[in-house]
């Protein structure tokens, strides 16, 4: 008796059309984002940007919310990889509800919407809290470098600048008077219809590198002209890769130092120091509540130092939910004086290691001075005493796997947008796709 299998008929149509919720089990992330995208987030500051009544009707702003920022969450973070998840995804689809936006719609809404997406990390926030995932008691802060979507290869230096400038120019040059000077003759073997001088591929190629090169120059030259506020890391001269590390932002005639860089493809971008060489990217800096590693408040940078970011971490925390952290912990690259007394004068416990900072801090002109540092010297001691049960031991144990699971569970290593308005925003979403799976995964 030969074995009975069940039907597999793909061409079978069905008598009545399946229920969308049948697509994924019951529990399934791809439903709880859709929902809570419809039932608790404000998406007002998106939907009052449709004010037009006549065209054709576009793709619902819920609808492209929840597909960002569930594909965030599975981590499909490029317009295309979502496009094809649309159709090719049955967890996708149940977020979508059949629809199938182009990649290009979804790139044009994520780039229209970006500040008020970026917004929706607070709300995501306070539904934390609501869940009791976030305790206030300890939360730990740091920092991780993300590659821009641009090649350390496409920098160039401003002594680099001044040299090909003028190579660029000669060589140029030189082609357009050839080209003048011929210009009988190839009219003359090319007809009446052509002139004969047009530019050839490798010849604009050439055109747009001068242009690059001139626009990088200038802007370099106008940063050393008027020096950057050094509170101010996201104004001008943030990307020149001087100014933070007690270099001159001019030489003596006042143009720039031959060292200063400028990337072509994201000037705002920086090379950044890492374990493992240098990246073209962005200082992505987190703080993490202990209880359910929720971050609880986050920002991005275009330098390594992360001393600066200590302040508006804490202050981004008791702005989002009304109420400031116990303690706070950190590494030595979070570590002053002048951090540990913010923290003193706000009535947060500190546990910041003060190994870089033993020798005294830094002047205005890079220069280390020994100086008297009671805050520090009693943090030292304060770490030395609590051993293995100081809540700085805990600190790695709170705060890196939140960057392992976005950089290495999620795929996350790199932006896709650029302009450090842009890439902020996609860190905004980043961080809110993390925390909504959190609150997924805490069932609450």
């Not at 001088?197 to 940063?223: F, G, H, N, V, Y």
């Not at 050094?230 to 890769?241: N, T």
Request: proline share 5%.
């Amino acid at each position: 008796m030969a074995k009975v299998f069940r039907a597999w008929d793909v061409d079978q149509g069905w008598l009545l059309p399946p229920s969308l919720h049948e697509f994924v089990p019951p529990g399934h992330m791809a439903h709880f984002v859709r929902d809570t995208v419809r039932e608790a987030l404000d998406l007002s500051a998106i939907l009052d940007t449709y004010t037009e009544e006549r065209g054709y009707p576009p793709y619902h702003p819920g609808m492209m919310v929840a597909l960002l920022l569930y594909g965030y969450s599975r981590g499909l973070y490029s317009s295309r990889q979502l496009a094809r998840a649309c159709e090719e995804r049955v967890d996708v689809m149940a977020v979508t509800g059949l629809n199938r936006p182009d990649f290009r719609t979804i790139a044009d809404f994520r780039k229209r919407h970006l500040v008020a997406l970026s917004d929706l990390f607070v709300q995501v926030l306070r539904l934390c809290r609501a869940a009791g995932l976030v305790e206030f008691a300890h939360v730990a802060v740091d920092g991780t470098k993300l590659k821009a979507n641009a090649s350390r290869h496409k920098a160039m230096s401003y002594g680099r600048m001044k040299t090909a400038e003028p190579a660029l120019t000669a060589e140029v040059q030189a082609w357009l008077d050839r080209a003048g000077e011929a210009d009988a003759a190839e009219d003359q073997a090319h007809g009446a219809s052509r002139r004969g001088d047009e530019t050839p591929d490798w010849m604009a190629d050439k055109q747009r590198r001068l242009e690059a090169i001139r626009a990088a120059k200038a802007a370099l030259e106008a940063e050393a002209a008027d020096p950057p506020d050094p509170e101010d890391e996201s104004g001008p001269g943030a990307s020149s890769g001087m100014r933070w590390q007690g270099r001159p932002l001019r030489g003596e005639d006042g143009s720039p130092p031959d060292r200063a860089q400028r990337n072509f493809t994201d000037p705002d971008s920086r090379i950044l120091p890492t374990r493992d060489g240098f990246v073209q990217g962005y200082n992505g800096q987190v703080a993490v509540d202990a209880a359910h590693q929720v971050i609880v408040a986050y920002r991005l940078v275009t330098n390594s130092a992360d001393h600066r970011a200590l302040v508006p971490l804490v202050d981004g925390l008791r702005a989002h939910l009304g109420r400031k952290p116990r303690e706070v912990s950190g590494d030595a690259g979070f570590a002053n004086e002048a951090n540990l007394a913010a923290l003193k004068e706000r009535g947060i416990t500190g546990y910041l290691a003060p190994g870089r900072a033993r020798h005294g801090e830094a002047d205005a002109a890079g220069r280390r001075r020994l100086t008297k540092m009671p805050l520090m010297s009693a943090m030292a001691a304060r770490l030395k005493r609590a051993g293995r049960r100081s809540r700085y031991r805990l600190r790695k144990q709170v705060v890196e796997p939140v960057f392992g699971q976005i950089k290495q569970a999620r795929g996350f290593r790199q932006f896709l947008m650029r302009g450090l308005d842009q890439v902020r925003g996609e860190w905004a979403m980043i961080c809110t796709a993390h925390n909504l799976l959190k609150l997924a995964q805490s069932g609450r």
